[in-house]
């Protein structure tokens, strides 16, 4: 992932009703960790990493990125969103903003992924009008398939990638105003 190009990074942080969308701070360190360890998290993902290997890698302090939101809740990290510049991983997204979250499973089903991931596509829209977003998941990912749905993404094309049918939607700030 690359950075969003002319956007100044970092932004104030983006408020919610009930959600905070900040820079990743040393206080996240564990959740981060018990995200991206998370066999329920990772099954869409590859699958988790190992958390002894997690523990050396992450420094005291999350990596800090252009496009890289922490999701909070009364100040605790719950979740990340992603919406940056991609260099390629999928070759229809290359060049193209794309929006990706992970939340902790103890999140789910509350509304917190399609609260945050709005107020971020919102941010993005005030920070580069005009520029689409697009999504890529897996057909499998129930969860995510709902949510790219409910936040206005259609449906591109579905492909085999990573060993799995994937789905590729483009979200669109000019649609939605039309």
């Given at each position: 992932?690359?950075?969003?190009?002319?956007?100044?990074?970092p932004?104030a942080?983006?408020?919610?009703?009930?959600?905070?969308?900040r820079?990743?701070?040393?206080?996240?360190?564990?959740?981060?960790?018990?995200?991206?360890?998370?066999?329920?998290?990772?099954?869409?993902?590859g699958?988790?990493?190992?958390?002894?290997?997690?523990?050396?890698?992450?420094?005291?302090?999350?990596?800090?990125?252009?496009?890289?939101?922490?999701?909070?809740?009364?100040?605790?990290?719950?979740?990340?969103?992603?919406?940056?510049?991609?260099t390629?991983?999928?070759?229809?997204?290359?060049?193209?903003?794309?929006?990706?979250?992970?939340?902790?499973?103890?999140a789910?089903?509350?509304?917190?992924?399609?609260?945050?991931?709005?107020?971020?596509?919102?941010?993005f829209?005030?920070?580069?009008?005009g520029?689409?977003?697009?999504?890529?998941?897996?057909t499998a990912?129930?969860?995510?398939?709902?949510?790219?749905?409910?936040?206005?993404?259609?449906?591109?094309?579905?492909f085999?990638?990573?060993?799995?049918?994937?789905w590729?939607?483009?979200?669109?700030p000019?649609?939605?105003?039309d």
């Amino acid at each position: 992932m690359t950075d969003l190009g002319p956007v100044a990074w970092p932004p104030a942080p983006i408020r919610t009703e009930r959600l905070v969308l900040r820079e990743p701070e040393a206080r996240d360190r564990a959740a981060v960790i018990e995200l991206l360890a998370s066999p329920e998290v990772s099954t869409y993902l590859g699958g988790s990493r190992p958390r002894d290997e997690l523990e050396r890698t992450i420094p005291g302090a999350p990596s800090r990125r252009p496009g890289l939101f922490i999701v909070d809740l009364g100040g605790a990290m719950i979740g990340q969103i992603t919406l940056t510049k991609d260099t390629g991983h999928l070759r229809q997204a290359a060049g193209k903003a794309e929006l990706g979250y992970l939340f902790l499973s103890q999140a789910w089903g509350r509304g917190y992924a399609a609260e945050a991931c709005t107020a971020a596509l919102d941010w993005f829209t005030g920070a580069l009008p005009g520029e689409p977003v697009v999504l890529a998941t897996q057909t499998a990912n129930v969860r995510s398939m709902h949510l790219a749905a409910k936040l206005g993404f259609i449906e591109v094309e579905r492909f085999e990638a990573y060993g799995a049918e994937q789905w590729f939607g483009m979200w669109s700030p000019v649609a939605l105003s039309d």
